[in-house]
C-alpha cells in the first residue's frame, strides 16, 4: 500500500505536471513525489504568549516529517488571545475562533489532498478547533501543544495571569495598593506558553493526551524547555508511522477515549470549557455525548490535583510529579479508565501506561493519594432546574457554601456586571445574572474572567452567586454558574428574571431554579421580545446565525447532514 494515498491525486500521472511543478518550486525533488504529503498546522503568533514560541516547534516537526520519510508542508492558522480580549468587545471573537481554526485547517488539508496533519497550538480556542478538524476530515494526525507558561513570582507566592485579575478586584477593594498592583502585573507572565494553571488550555492539552491523540507527557511540558521540542519532533515520527498504518481519528476519538478525557478532566480539577468543547468534537466525530454524561462520571470520580485556580499549584508542578500519565494510572488501577481505547502511537492506553506507578510519588502533594483525594467527586457540575431546562455547568471546587439563594442582580452585559462590583454595589448573598452573552445572544458566548476574579478579590468569593448564559475562563472559580441554557437571545427563562427575584443554585442538588411561579412566567415570556442582531455583517452575524445551543457544543454546522 502507498504512504501518499490522498496525494497521489496532486503528485501522480502525466496530467499532474503542473501540480509537480508549483510543488518543485516549494523544495520538492524526484523522490519526493511518492512520500506522505504532511501538513503542519502552525498557529505561531506575536499575538500572546501562548503562542510565541511555536514557531521553532513548527521547526522541529518539519525535522521530525523529514527524517522519518515524510515530506512536510507547513501552514499558518489564527489565534485570539483570551487573555488580552478579555472584558472587551473582542473576546466575542474568542470561541468563534475555535470555528475559524478547524475550518481553516479542514480547508487546507483537504483542498491540498494531503496524507496527514500534525497541529500545534497553544491559547485556548487552538487545541479544540484543531481536534473538530481532525475529527470532521478523519486523516492521520496528531495534536501537539505549545506548552505551559511557567510561573511568575512575587512576595514567595506563584503567579499566573490570573493573579492580575485577581489583583484587580483585590486594588478596588482596599485590599492592595497600587504599587502592589503593578508588580503582579509585570510579574505574572514571565515568558512563553500557555496560561499556568489548570485552565482551559492546560485542561484541553491534558484531555487529548488522555484521548490518545497526544504524545504521552506532553499535555504538562513547559513550552520553553526542551523536552517539548524534543516532544514534537517524536510526534512527527509517530504521524507518519500513522500514516503507513492508517491509523485515524476515527479509531482513537471513540466513546471510550471521550469517557477517559471526561474522567481525566475531573480529577486535574479542569475548566468548565472542556464541557462545551468535548461537545462540539464529539460532534464533529460522530459519538453520542450529552451533558448527562459528564454528570455520570463526575459522581464517580475524585478530585486528586491541588491546582490553580482553585488550588495551590501550576501545570509544571504537575509535569514535576509524573503528569497526566500519574493520574491516569491512578484511574485505570481502580476501574475509571477504557484501557483497551487506542492511541495514535498504536498502543492502547493500558499499555502506554504500563510502567507508570499505580501510586503518585509520596514526597509531594501536588497529586494526591487515592485514599485523601481535594475531593470525594468530581468539580464539573451539571446545574438544571426552571432557569437552565436544557442544562449549565458549574465548578464546585473551592467552594465553601455549595447552595446560596438571594436576590438576582440583573445586569445586560458583562461590562456593566464588572463595573456594579467595582463600585461596591453587590453584597454578600447576591445572586447576579449576566444575559444574552451566550453564542447567539453575545454573540460568541465570551468568558466572564474580568467580573469573577473582581468578585474573588474583594473577599466575596465565598457569599455571592454569578450565574450566565456565557462561559468562565479556566481561570475561574467559586459558585458561579455558565452556559445555561437555553440562552437569553433565544427566550430562556434566563431572559425573563427580573431584579430583586430569588434565585437559589444549589450544587449539592445540582438545582438551579428561579422562585417565581409557572403563571409568572408565563406572564412575562408572553410580553418578552427578541433582541434585534447586534451585528449585521461578518463573521459574527454569520455566526450568530449560525451556532447550536451550548448544550450541544455551540457548534455551528447542527442540522446540515
Known sequence: MSDNLRSQVVTQGVQRSPNRAMLRAVGFGDADFTKPIVGISNSYSTITPCNMGINELAQRAVAGVRNSGGMPQMFGTITISDGISMGTEGMKYSLVSREVIADSIETV??????????????????????????????????????????????????????????????????????????????????????????????????????????????????????????????????LVEAIRNQLLPRQILTRKAFENAIATIMAVGGSTNSVLHLLAIAHSIGV??????????????????????????????????????????????????????????????????????????????????????????????????????????????????????????????EEACLAAILAK????????????????????????????????????????????????????????????????????????VQEGDTITIDARSRALHLHVSDEELAQRRASWKPRPPRYTTGVLAKYAKLVSSSSLGAVTDLGLG
Open 109 to 238: 488539508c483537504n483542498g491540498q489532498s494531503m496524507d496527514g496533519v500534525l497541529a500545534i497550538g497553544g491559547c485556548d480556542k487552538n487545541m479544540p478547533g484543531a481536534m473538530i478538524a481532525m475529527a470532521r476530515m478523519n486523516i492521520p494526525a496528531i495534536f501537539v501543544y505549545g506548552g505551559t507558561i511557567k510561573p511568575g513570582h512575587y512576595n514567595g507566592k506563584d503567579l499566573t495571569v490570573v493573579s492580575a485579575f485577581e489583583a484587580v478586584g483585590q486594588y478596588s477593594a482596599g485590599k492592595i495598593d497600587e504599587t502592589e498592583l503593578i508588580e503582579v502585573e509585570r510579574r505574572a507572565c514571565p515568558g512563553a506558553g500557555s496560561c499556568g494553571g489548570m485552565y482551559t488550555a492546560n485542561t484541553m492539552s491534558s484531555a487529548f493526551e488522555a484521548m490518545g491523540m497526544s504524545l504521552p507527557y506532553s499535555s504538562t511540558m513547559a513550552a520553553e524547555d526542551a523536552e517539548k521540542a524534543e516532544s514534537t519532533e517524536k510526534s512527527a515520527f509517530v
Open 425 to 496: 454595589q453587590i453584597q454578600a448573598g447576591d445572586v447576579i445574572v449576566v444575559r444574552y452573552e451566550g453564542p447567539k445572544g453575545g454573540p460568541g458566548m465570551r468568558e466572564m474572567l474580568a467580573p469573577t476574579s473582581a468578585i474573588i478579590g474583594a473577599g466575596l468569593g465565598d457569599s455571592v452567586g454569578l450565574i450566565t448564559d456565557g462561559r468562565f475562563s479556566g481561570g475561574t472559580y467559586g459558585m458561579v454558574v455558565g452556559h445555561v441554557a437555553p440562552e437569553a437571545a433565544v427566550g430562556g427563562a434566563i431572559a425573563l
Open 288 to 413: 453520542e455525548l450529552t451533558l448527562d454524561d459528564f454528570e455520570t462520571i463526575r459522581a464517580r470520580v475524585p478530585v486528586l490535583c491541588d491546582l490553580k485556580p482553585s488550588g495551590r499549584y501550576v501545570a509544571t508542578d504537575l509535569h514535576k510529579v509524573g503528569g497526566i500519565p500519574q493520574v491516569m494510572k491512578m484511574l485505570l488501577v481502580h476501574g475509571l479508565l477504557h484501557g483497551d481505547a487506542l492511541t495514535i502511537t498504536g498502543q492502547t492506553i493500558a499499555e502506554v501506561l504500563a510502567d507508570v506507578p499505580d501510586t503518585p510519588p509520596t514526597n509531594q502533594d501536588v497529586i494526591r493519594p487515592w485514599e485523601n483525594p481535594l475531593y470525594a467527586e468530581g468539580h464539573l457540575a451539571i446545574l438544571k432546574g426552571n432557569l437552565a431546562t436544557e442544562g449549565s455547568v458549574a465548578k464546585i471546587t473551592g467552594v465553601k457554601l455549595p447552595k446560596i439563594s438571594g436576590p438576582a442582580r440583573v445586569f445586560e452585559s
